[in-house]
């Protein structure tokens, strides 16, 4: 008692003082850790998550909790830690997502490609149950695709959603008013209609990361269609795991277990171990553990505005229903 009674005493004479102090309430997230949900060996073979919107920005932990780091962070993080394991033999990159940002899809293929360049290892790509837009464009970058018989693709295309709230500010007697050095500096602002000349100049832009879509579509490996061939498949639409596999954008239908048998196989190795990396506090049990994620395409468009009220306006490789 007398020691709590001198603590609150101290407490109470730094509060009078005008004193301030940092007291850490949320601990620093802690290095990826390796969990063996699988299999026997020296061998190590890692599924990398790729699940719910892509984005290069960090997601949100709330009033009360630490937010997580970004796809395109934890990404990289986990192909490092991978780089670095003697033991690594191959990699299976897990798919559950609609797509999400430009960037953010192109940063994590290019990643995935570096690393495949440096670490000499086989890549695979496995669709779950959503491979679409920005997700199949970094599926692009595995050595081969196969996607669960129930799983969705496709989706090949770039979206820009854009709000106009003119309307509605009108109701309530409010008017904005932007001082600018340019008549397009405000291009794509919520507050008034785009011009048809705006449209032109976005237009443009999407039309050229439509066609970086189609390059890295026609460059991934075992590709057969010619860039003529893709164009029509490549409308927007999406598809399902036997309708893609027709068109040839992916290379098989076949389960999670099915990737890690043929996996096994071209390393020659009758035994393996199935690894998964997370952060401590996480529970990992089985193949299909995966990393937390936006459950869907549009709660993921808020999640990468920060929790604005409106979406940003973003360039995006994103399925959007």
């Not at 798919?95 to 995935?112: L, Y």
């Amino acid at each position: 008692m007398r020691l709590l009674a001198m603590l609150l005493t101290g407490f109470v004479a730094v509060l009078l003082n005008g004193c301030s102090f940092n007291v850490p309430l949320l601990s620093p997230p802690k290095p990826l850790e390796e969990k063996v949900v699988e299999g026997e060996g020296r061998k190590k073979i890692l599924i990398l998550d790729v699940t719910g919107v892509i984005s290069e920005r960090e997601k949100s932990g709330g009033m009360l909790a630490r937010g997580s780091s970004s796809m395109v962070d934890q990404t990289r993080e986990a192909l490092k830690k991978a780089e670095e394991d003697e033991d690594l033999a191959g990699v299976i990159v897990r798919i559950n997502s609609p797509g999400g940002t430009v960037t953010a899809s192109d940063i994590i293929r290019h990643d995935i490609l570096a690393f495949k360049e440096r670490k000499r290892v086989p890549v695979y790509a496995c669709i779950v149950s959503i491979g679409a837009s920005g997700a199949y464009y970094i599926a692009t970058a595995a050595d081969s695709i196969v996607a669960h018989p129930t799983a969705i693709t496709g989706s090949i295309g770039v979206l820009l959603l854009k709000f106009n709230v003119e309307g509605l500010l009108d109701k309530v007697g409010v008017r904005e008013q932007t001082i600018k050095s340019g008549d397009k500096k405000d291009i794509l602002s919520p507050f008034r209609a785009t011009t048809p000349e705006e449209q032109r100049l976005v237009q443009a832009i999407i039309d050229q990361l439509y066609e970086r879509f189609l390059d890295v579509v026609v460059a991934r490996p075992h590709n057969s269609l010619s860039r003529e061939e893709l164009k029509p498949l490549a409308d927007g639409r999406i598809y399902t795991a036997p309708q893609a596999l027709a068109a040839k954008l992916i290379d098989k239908t076949g389960y999670l277990d099915d990737v890690i048998a043929d996996m096994k196989k071209q390393l020659g190795a009758d035994k393996a171990q199935v690894v998964i990396y997370y952060r401590p506090g996480s529970y990992k049990g089985s193949i299909y553990s995966e990393s937390p994620g936006e459950s869907s395409s549009i709660a993921g468009l808020f999640a990468l505005s920060g929790g604005d009220l409106l979406p940003e306006s973003q360039f995006m490789y994103l399925w959007q229903p």
